[in-house]
């Protein structure tokens, strides 16, 4: 018998989250268990920090469905397998502290915790449950890029995001006659920047699975050139890098050991700049950012956060706890973390969010990589 539930949204934000949790919270609360948020991911597991979520009038799960963000807050910086920690003499080290945070469920007597993130949080979790606590998944990215499932949560309001850009960047580049760089995000898959660019029918989608060749793109351009299109839209994935490149790196982020801790950024402006030289015309890019994060979600977004929050708070009145609710074949199911995890077995070694992660990416012979082909969408290769 299920008492007291716990949820923890974990990774970088996304829409939908919210919707998550409210489904979580009134499929709880159908059936008389009480539900808490932990704030700020496995950090708020971790210092004990939580409060009682409520859907009844006035309560802070009540009216939540359209909001971004998340109203129990998120972490990317919370791999409590191997924490930051100053040490007296002042030095950085990394700790496992999972112990505490499996101490603070046992004292406040959590029957289930729900962990709402992406390959990282899946990684900490599935490490949870081999230490015994019951813990359930539900997969959360704007890059939709988490093992297991076609599709998770966030991702179609970023690609709607994208799409509206996309279509903005059509009527000033056709005025203008510019190249009009779109950057999205996507550090290892490229599921934004595809689908968008066929959501928005831009010329060119550079994603990181297919390494792309500059001249490809220009001769795309110049082509269309010949025909009297003297614009063109780009799209291209963070991820993205040139044949016999590599990727584009902005900076450093702090998210903690063993995870990519790169911050990625620029290879619009870089794609930009070559395609000036290569066909004469002038080229503009604009990053998109966290816009693709925040806001609203759509309404696939709202129903599929709902159909992953209730399904989540069902695998544990049924006992599946160390699963994942997943997607497969269109219909809600469910899948041990385990097999999420995949490659990354050894408890808190890396966190996930890795190049090795066990992740979905894009393969070339996905519906939207043919579909793409086949409306003339350059994907940076010469097929
Ligand atoms: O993993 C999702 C993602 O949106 C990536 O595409 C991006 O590289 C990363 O988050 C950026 O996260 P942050 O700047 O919050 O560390």
Redesign the pocket.
């Known amino acids: 018998m299920l008492k007291k539930v716990a949820i923890l949204a974990n ?2 934000d996304v829409a939908g989250f919210n919707a998550v949790i409210r489904g979580i919270v009134k499929t709880a609360e159908n059936n008389d268990i009480e539900c808490y948020g932990f704030i700020d991911g496995y950090n708020g597991l971790l210092k004990n920090n939580f409060e009682k979520l409520s859907t009844a009038e006035e309560g802070n799960a009540e009216g939540i469905l359209p909001k971004g963000g998340s109203i129990i807050g998120s972490s ?1 910086n919370a791999n409590v397998f191997n924490y930051k920690v100053i040490n007296e003499n002042g030095e950085v080290e990394y700790k496992d502290l999972s112990d505490i945070c499996i101490e603070n469920i046992k004292k406040d007597e959590f029957d289930c915790i729900f962990a709402l993130g ?1 390959d990282g949080t899946q990684k900490s979790a599935r490490d949870f449950f081999v230490k015994g606590v019951n813990i359930i998944g539900v997969p959360k ?3 939709n ?1 988490v093992a297991c499932t076609e599709i998770t949560f966030g991702y179609n309001t970023a690609v709607s995001v994208a799409m509206e850009a996309i279509d903005r960047l059509h009527t000033t580049g056709e005025t203008h006659h510019r190249i009009m760089v779109l950057e999205v ?3 290892y898959a490229g599921w ?1 920047a595809l689908e968008s660019a066929i959501a928005g029918g831009a010329d060119v989608a550079l994603i990181p699975e297919i390494p792309y060749d500059i001249n490809s793109v220009a001769s795309k351009i110049k082509n269309r050139q010949k025909r009297g299109k003297n614009f063109s839209v780009v799209v291209v994935a ?2 993205a890098k040139p044949l016999d490149g590599e990727i584009t790196v902005a900076g450093t ?1 702090d ?1 903690g050991k063993g995870v990519d801790n790169t ?2 950024g620029g290879v619009g402006e870089k794609v930009a700049r070559e395609l000036e030289k290569l066909t004469g015309l002038e080229a503009r890019n604009t990053t998109l950012g ?1 816009m ?2 925040g806001g609203t979600p759509t309404a696939f977004d709202r129903v599929l956060s709902t159909k992953y929050g209730t399904k989540a708070m069902q695998l544990a009145l049924e006992g599946k706890f160390g699963t994942l609710a997943v997607i497969k074949n269109g219909k809600l199911d469910s899948v041990p973390l385990e097999d999420v995890v995949g490659n990354n077995k050894e408890i808190g070694a890396v966190s996930g ?1 890795t190049a090795n992660s066990n992740q979905r990416k894009v393969t070339m012979d996905d519906d939207l990589v043919k579909t793409a082909r086949s409306v003339g969408i350059n994907l940076g290769d010469w097929e």
């Open positions: 990774g970088g990317t992406g990215t704007i890059d890029d995000m996507g550090r934004i963070e991820g982020r998210n911050k990625l966290y693709q994060r969010n």
